[in-house]
């Protein structure tokens, strides 16, 4: 592991303390790991915790294994309801399929500062997928709705000049990532 990503998983581990230990819950099974991921707006709003935000949709690798979940919003590590779901979760995992081929890759972590437009983010973390039907280069990939602009670490808004972590390239629209406290 270089220093790079160390300094990476210590902000991810301090991200994941701001959030109380009490909701916190590690599942093992099926999940979808939207870490690298880009998302689109939806047109549609979404509330968390009584305050709306823009939605966004998220394409994202199914893997299985550990992972940590809030269940404030998934309730228990059991997938959401319906055929073929998944919950978007955090983990560890430092490669996985990653777009726009779905090779497995490494993540490279990066900060970025969210901006108007695109260069905000989104929170794609205990959110809902659904499993697409058709692997791509091998890859099970999930369609996650989740909000736009709404911070993991507490659920408020993000404002434009936040700090973010995430692994999405750089360019992506909305990158799924983690504001920092």
């Known amino acids: 592991m270089t220093i790079k990503h160390l300094f990476m998983f210590v902000l991810a581990c301090a991200l994941v303390t701001v959030v109380k230990a009490d909701p916190l819950i590690t599942c093992t099974g099926e999940y979808a790991l939207c870490a690298s991921s880009s998302t689109?707006?939806?047109?549609?709003?979404?509330?968390?915790?009584?305050?709306?935000?823009?939605?966004?949709?998220?394409?994202?690798?199914?893997?299985?294994?550990?992972?940590?979940?809030?269940?404030?919003?998934?309730?228990?590590?059991?997938?959401?309801?319906g055929e073929r779901t998944v919950w978007s979760l955090f983990s560890l995992e430092t490669e996985y399929p990653q777009a726009p081929t779905w090779d497995v890759v490494k993540a490279v972590p990066r900060l970025f500062v969210t901006t108007e437009g695109t260069g905000g983010m989104s929170n794609q973390w205990s959110y809902p997928c659904v499993v697409r039907p058709t692997q791509i280069n091998g890859a099970t990939l999930a369609d996650c709705l989740g909000p736009l602009n709404e911070s993991p670490a507490g659920g408020g808004v993000v404002p434009v000049g936040t700090t973010v972590l995430t692994s999405a390239p750089i360019g992506a629209a909305y990158p799924v990532g983690g504001s920092i406290p």
């Open 40 to 81: 689109t707006p939806t047109g549609k709003t979404i509330i968390i915790n009584g305050v709306e935000f823009q939605e966004g949709i998220s394409v994202c690798p199914v893997l299985t294994g550990e992972s940590v979940a809030d269940s404030r919003l998934t309730g228990t590590c059991a997938p959401p309801k």
